[in-house]
């Protein structure tokens, strides 16, 4: 499926792209807002400011994928695959991302209030003043990861590995951290 096909089909009403090869597409600034894409294939796809509100990107690779401001809010990314992934500045308020691969992902200053990331792999991502206030991330691999001036305000860390942490400067106030290590 080529980006054009993407967009007509989505504007005639179509929802079910699941398992969709788009390795490579541009996509930017496009509206995907509750498009199914399970298992989509998206590794290296430009989607910033992409607006892929509440979809389900359930088992799909973005490996190496440019989300930078997009709209991922209440999206399902569970078990998704973003290794090397930009999420700079993204939205995902509410979005579950648990067991979700993030390693070395850039989530800078992204938005990720009240998220669901139990169980995830963020070993060394950049999680820098990003906001994760009431985000539950409990056995969620933390290894590595920078959280400097990261927001963790109500988030549950129990269980989680956050040995070589960057913790400077993070809020966490009123958050369970019981049993993180």
Request: net charge negative; glycine share 8%; proline share 0%.
């Amino acid at each position: 499926m080529n980006v054009e096909e993407l967009r007509q089909r989505y504007a005639a009403g179509e929802r079910d792209f699941s398992i969709a090869d788009l390795r490579d597409a541009v996509l930017q600034d496009i509206n995907l807002s509750g498009a199914i894409l399970h298992g989509a294939m998206l590794d290296r796809a430009n989607l910033q400011r992409a607006n892929l509100n509440r979809a389900d990107l359930s088992g799909a690779t973005l490996n190496g994928a440019n989300l930078k401001g997009a709209n991922l809010s209440g999206a399902d990314l569970s078990d998704a695959i973003l290794d090397n992934a930009i999420l700079e500045g993204a939205f995902l308020n509410e979005a579950v991302l648990n067991q979700a691969d993030l390693k070395a992902a850039n989530l800078e200053q992204a938005t990720l209030t009240e998220a669901d990331i139990r169980e995830a792999s963020l070993s060394q991502a950049n999680l820098e003043a990003a906001d994760l206030s009431g985000a539950d991330l409990a056995f969620t691999d933390l290894y590595q990861a920078n959280l400097h001036q990261a927001a963790l305000e109500k988030a549950n860390l129990s269980g989680a590995n956050l040995k070589d942490t960057n913790l400077d400067g993070t809020i966490l106030e009123g958050g369970d951290s019981s049993l993180a290590t």
